[in-house]
């Protein structure tokens, strides 16, 4: 089984940017965390940050018969695609939605996704751990599947 954790815009930037809303742990730090997640699931795991729509739409598409599952924090387009997803619909891999802070008790733009009506399940406010719940639960979900 191999799983693609995918985020957008500013990701890069964990630790530094809003640390009091993002925390103070790097993107490094995140993606330690999700391979040891995986490392204990038994899945491989594969990475992917852009700050480009497009790149995470092509990423998404080249996904297609190689990814089982993908972990995607749409960071700002999450708010503002409609292409992201409509390539999750066209590939049909199954996709959790994860966002660190609570998209809900922040400013009222941020209440909308459109990525949430495609993905098995959304889990926010929940920092990093929100990224393990979401491979756990996706394993799950594909074990079952
Ligand atoms: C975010 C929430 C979004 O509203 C914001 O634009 C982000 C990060 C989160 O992880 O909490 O960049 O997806």
Not at 54 to 61: H, K, P, T
Not at 92 to 103: A, G, K, M, N, W
Request: aromatic share 8%; proline share 4%; charged share 25%.
């Amino acid at each position: 089984m191999k799983f693609l954790i995918m985020n957008g815009p500013n990701l890069n930037l964990l630790g530094l940017r809003e640390p009091d809303i993002y925390g103070k742990e790097d993107y490094n730090a995140l993606l330690a965390r999700c391979q040891r997640v995986c490392a204990l699931l038994g899945v491989e795991m594969e990475s992917f940050q852009s700050n480009h729509e497009g790149a995470l739409v092509d990423r998404i598409q080249e996904a297609m018969g190689e990814i089982d599952g993908i972990v995607l924090n749409p960071a700002a387009y999450t708010h503002t695609s409609v292409a992201i997803p409509d390539a999750l619909k066209a590939v049909q891999i199954p996709c959790v939605e994860v966002h660190l802070s609570d998209i809900n008790s922040r400013e009222a733009f941020r209440r909308h996704s459109f990525v949430s009506p495609v993905a098995i399940k959304t889990i926010c406010g929940k920092g990093f751990d929100g990224y393990e719940e979401a491979l756990r639960f996706l394993y799950d979900w594909l074990q079952k599947a």
